[in-house]
């Protein structure tokens, strides 16, 4: 066992003021879920965001599930999302018995390729099968290309759907993360850059698109004094508690904004003087909040792999993380329509067996756009240890274990 105290990935970072909110809702006795806290997190959370209405949920999955349940999104239905992503972008169209079709990252941005989706959204509407929704990933924190999603799926009327569960403080175009969609998704889990330990918020512009996400997520109560219920709803608000702990973390929002990107140029400015090594770039036009910092790893320049470099880190007690396994490549997907076939050689990609056997889901029919790009960025991408409250010694002892991977230069 190492001695070194482990370096997580992206560990929470308390701002200081929480345990105080913390307090102040128990003294109220508001133990319970909704409660002061969380109108006052709504309404914090709105105004830095901009975006007018807003719900506090129990996880950024739920919000998604709520806003493709409000768009009547159904068995037989389609719902376009990037393959680069965690798998809670997706499950949401799964629950809902749709289809996923997963669109490949843009190598410029990492994110859904516009090019690729317009391509697909007209074979779509040649065919009469439009998707019933788009959702791109903001991948690491760094938004999609708003506007040319929202240019390609406007003649079309399909709604856009944000997911920014991981760029919450970045800006796209000068506006925040999640702005300019039909509605938008954020995560608060426990490695996020602000977090409530565990949480989401569904936003949109749309307040009647809110008031029944909000109807939805408190079991689809019908006003009336007794419990009586015309639809089928879920448990999904979140706990005032929680929201305390949300409430102390956005003041420290652009603060950690701040310090991931700084992370991220310290990183830069060193490991990319090696060779082979590069960066997940920074499109011309947002802001990235450098939620991760993103290394690729050219395994011939660098004189080692992705995968040794990863665990050379662990051997020294420090967490690093492939990029996100796309969709397409995923066990639980069967994909029906194969990305373009290539001449470049492709990896094996399914060397771990599942964890539970006997409740192996049966495969969930999928279909694939494209997905080489995104194939590549997993393979080669390494997610560093980006968490706000690393020392200068940690940072250093993960750059000293990188540098002495590398076998050129
Ligand atoms: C891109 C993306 N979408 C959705 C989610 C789901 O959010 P949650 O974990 O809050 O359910 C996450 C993160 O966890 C995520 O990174």
């Not at 194969?338 to 192996?360: E, L, M, Q």
Request: aromatic residues 8%; contains cysteine; neutral net charge.
């Amino acid at each position: 066992m190492p001695s070194n105290p482990r370096i997580f990935l992206s560990p929470p970072h308390m701002g200081g003021r929480e345990l105080d909110y913390v307090k102040v809702a128990f003294d109220s006795n508001y133990i319970a879920p909704l409660g002061p806290m969380v109108d006052a997190f709504e309404e914090a959370f709105a105004k830095i965001v901009g975006i007018p209405h807003v719900l506090a949920l129990s996880s950024g999955t739920a919000a998604m599930h709520l806003a493709l349940r409000n768009l009547g999104v159904g068995p037989g239905d389609e719902v376009f999302a990037s393959t680069l992503t965690f798998i809670g972008s997706v499950t949401p169209t799964v629950f809902q018995g749709a289809t996923p079709v997963f669109i490949d990252a843009d190598r410029a941005t990492w994110n859904m390729d516009p090019d690729l989706l317009q391509t697909e959204l007209e074979r779509c509407n040649r065919r009469g099968c439009l998707p019933k929704a788009v959702v791109p990933t903001d991948l690491y924190g760094q938004c999609s290309d708003y506007a040319r999603i929202r240019k390609v799926c406007q003649p079309y009327g399909v709604p856009v759907i944000i997911d920014a569960a991981e760029s919450l403080g970045a800006t796209c175009n000068g506006s925040p993360a999640g702005v300019g969609g039909q509605s938008a998704v954020f995560s608060f889990n426990g490695n996020k850059i602000i977090t409530t330990s565990g949480g989401g918020m569904l936003a949109s512009p749309n307040a009647e698109f809110i008031e029944r996400a909000r109807f939805l997520s408190q079991q689809a109560r019908d006003p009336a004094p007794h419990y009586q219920h015309s639809t089928i709803g879920y448990n999904y608000r979140m706990s005032n508690i929680v929201a305390a702990i949300g409430l102390g973390q956005l003041e420290a929002l652009a603060d950690r904004v701040a310090q991931r990107r700084e992370i991220f140029d310290r990183y830069r400015q060193r490991l990319g003087k090696l060779p082979g090594i590069d960066f997940m770039p920074e499109a011309s036009y947002g802001r990235c909040n450098r939620w991760l910092t993103v290394v690729l790893i050219d395994s011939r320049a660098f004189g080692a792999d992705r995968e040794t470099v990863r665990l050379a880190l662990e051997a020294e007690n420090i967490e690093s993380r492939p990029v996100w396994k796309p969709m397409h490549l995923q066990p639980v997907f069967q994909v029906v329509e194969k990305p373009a076939a290539t001449n470049i050689k492709r990896p094996v990609f399914n060397d771990h067996g599942p964890c539970f056997t006997s409740g192996v889901h049966a495969p969930v029919p999928a279909r694939a756009v494209g997905g080489e790009v995104a194939e590549d960025l997993f393979v080669n991408g390494l997610c560093l240890p980006s968490g706000t409250a690393m020392s200068e010694s940690d940072l250093e002892r993960i750059m000293a274990v990188i540098e002495s991977c590398c076998r050129n230069g």
